[in-house]
């Protein structure tokens, strides 16, 4: 089965660190873009960061500087390693597949089932 | 990166047809076709079904369908069912500091 799963997370103080892994089976991670979205407890969908088959990274504002995504493709494994974490970092995260390589396009279409990182004392 | 705009709930009884917007900007919405949206069950992870405005990936019922205008996207269930009963996000690609950024979310109930 095409899937995805996520593992790592837990229970983190405020200030300290964590890293998530996303490892794929049935297909080829270098042959897509890959994605981190989170989503706090009741509240919705917020995209993290991208890596593109080719290495280029992005992230959103609110993680900019504090988080590092990257992949080994021999693994065929995605990650999110997180410093300085607030409560606001508290969330499921889930690994989203983007579109193939040399594709311009914007979409997920395929999950993890989340892992969930909680920030507290 | 500002949310994209969806309201909060929509409802409808069952066989009836629902629309939820999806309203942003020309830096994200108004300007790519790059529109998708998920749906969200309780507990679950989202899943696409609808990518690039109006395509249905394969093995999304065709009671699904989008549309754009402007800046504003729409996703239009007909012939409500209650398993259609979840929370619905919109996704947009955006010229902004970020590269993409989710709708606000709704949830959609069926009476």
């Known amino acids: 089965e095409v899937q995805l799963v996520e593992s790592g997370g837990g229970l983190v103080p405020p200030g300290g660190s964590l890293r998530l892994s996303c490892t794929a089976s049935?297909?080829?991670?270098?042959?897509?873009?890959m994605n981190w979205v989170r989503q706090a407890p009741g509240k919705g969908l917020e995209w993290v960061s991208y890596i593109s088959s080719a290495g280029t990274m992005s992230y959103a504002d609110s993680v900019k500087g504090r988080f590092a995504i990257s992949r080994d493709n021999a693994r065929n494994s995605l990650f999110l390693q997180m410093s300085s974490l607030t409560d606001e970092d508290t969330a499921v995260y889930y690994c989203?597949?983007?579109?193939?390589?040399?594709?311009?396009?914007?979409?997920?279409?395929?999950w993890g089932q989340g892992t969930l990182v909680t920030v507290s004392s | 990166q500002s949310a994209l705009t969806q309201p909060a709930s929509v409802s409808g009884s069952p066989g009836q047809s629902i629309t939820i917007s999806c309203t942003g900007t020309?830096?994200?919405?108004?300007?790519?076709?790059?529109v998708s949206w998920y749906q969200q069950h309780p507990g679950k992870a989202p899943k696409l079904m609808i990518y690039d405005v109006s395509i249905r990936p394969s093995g999304v019922s065709n009671r699904f369908s989008g549309s754009k205008s402007g800046n504003t996207a729409s996703l239009t269930i007909s012939g409500l069912q209650a398993e259609d009963e979840a929370d619905y996000y919109c996704s947009s690609l955006t010229s902004s500091s970020a590269l993409g950024v989710f709708g606000t979310g709704t949830k959609v109930t069926v009476l």
């Open positions: 020309s830096s994200d919405v108004g300007g790519y076709n790059y």
């Open positions: 049935r297909f080829n991670i270098i042959n897509y873009n």
């Open positions: 989203a597949r983007g579109v193939p390589a040399d594709i311009s396009d914007w979409y997920f279409d395929l």
